[in-house]
Structures are given as C-alpha cells and as structure tokens.
C-alpha cells in the first residue's frame, strides 16, 4: 500500500487554502456524527454553518443504515438556517450535484447519481448524502445536509465491498480530501443566491446513473424511465407505470 502523504488527509488549514467563501467552518478530528452535532449546534446560529470530521464513530444513512466513515474520508454536515419551504425538496438533489461536480473537477472523471442521494464512480458508490430538516409554517427553520465521501479510504467491511468503493481504490492513487471538501462546500453557498431549477434539473439528469437500467422495487422488476420535473423517479414494466417520490424508497439496481 502507498504511504498517504499527510496533505492528502482532511485537515481545516489546509480547507480554508482552497476556501474564500463566508461559511463559518467548525472542525473536529472525530464525532459520532456530524449531523447529530449539527443538529445540537444549530439554535445558536443564524446562517449557514459547515461542521466538518476525519472520523465518525456513529455515521448513519437513510433508513438508519449504518455510514462506514473509515479514515481517508470527508465527513461533513452543512447546515441551512430558515429555508423557504419550496426550497426544502430541492435540496437534497442540489446537494448530489454540488458534490459530483466538485469530485468531477479533482478527479476530471464523470461522477454518476444514483437516484436520489448516492454518487457512484465507476459503477461504486462513493458517497451518500442524508438531508435531514425541521419545517415550521412556510420556513424550514433548518436543513441540514450530511455528506460522507470515500475519498482515500484503503478498506471496507466484507458487507460493503462489492456495493462501495473510494476514489483511491478506483484509481490506484491520492486524493487532496481538504481541496473537494472545500469546493463542495463553493458549491453549497450557491444554494441561498444562486439557485435554478431548471438548470439543477438538466445537471442532475445529465448525470443521472439509472438511466436505461433495471431496477428491483418491492420485488418486482422495473424499467427506469425518467427523472422527472419535480425530480420523482419514473419507472414502468409491461403492466404498470409508477412515480416514485425521493422519501422512503430503496431500489436495488439490478445487472
């Protein structure tokens, strides 16, 4: 195994080198999770906060699903103070996008969304995203985005091998961790100013890993139509067409 050179690890000086941008970022070598701290944390803040780990002991996905949060990686929540509501649904595939395209930049490969929070890179899943948020009235008065990406990550558990995979393992060699987390983090603050449906939309389709494949819902089998408008999954077999809208739904992509 090649020796990690220490600027390859996530570290918060070598972040704000590659940062200009306002978001205060709270730093921590280890947590259990950076979406329960943030979720702690956020009362006292006004705008938009980044908390940031090396290591989470306690790291969850959707459905509770246990997050492997290995060394190497970068784990973060970003923290969205007062939403308005019909914002809230588009965060989760902003985020998705936001983090393909600072991966794409570094690694200069496409980075693939598997509907509707995963990216995979070369046919493995290399991060997951959970968006978590607190709606009252017609503001969320947070959202909060948890962001794991395997990035130098050398091993996983038997269970996950063959589903996860990190950008080291993919192609044989180091990635800056601090560079992406900081150009997700760019990404990110262009929510609050900078956002267009329309243009999100095309970015996420373009994308999209589902596209022409098969997938395994409620065990039966199912074409993938089309992401569409309001960013459902569309999917159909010869005796159904069915909408599938992003909550609680688990598919398994079938060979």
Partial sequence: IMIMKKNFLLEKQRILSFY??????????????????AKQLQEKENGNKVYCAK????G?????????????GIYLSYLFKKV?????RFITPYCAVACAKALEKVVK????IKWVNDLYSLDKKICGILCESKL?????DYVICGIGINVNTQTFSKELQDKASSLFLNYSKYFDASEICAEVIKNLDEFNYNF???????EYRLRSYLDDKKVLY?????????????????IYNDFEEIKLSAGEVSLQVLK
């Fill in 109 to 112: 490969d496409e980075i693939k």
């Fill in 218 to 234: 409620e065990g039966k089998e199912y074409n993938v139509k089309k992401i569409d408008d309001d960013f459902s999954l569309i």
């Fill in 136 to 140: 009252i009235g017609n503001l969320a």
């Fill in 196 to 202: 267009n449906k329309q243009k999100l939309l095309n």
């Fill in 55 to 58: 290591r989470q002991t306690n």
């Fill in 20 to 37: 200009n941008g306002q978001t205060p970022i709270e730093f921590y070598e280890e947590v259990k999770s950076t979406n329960d701290l």
């Fill in 84 to 88: 308005p509501k019909e914002k809230v």
């Fill in 60 to 72: 969850k996905g959707r459905f509770d699903r246990v997050f492997s949060s290995e060394n190497g």
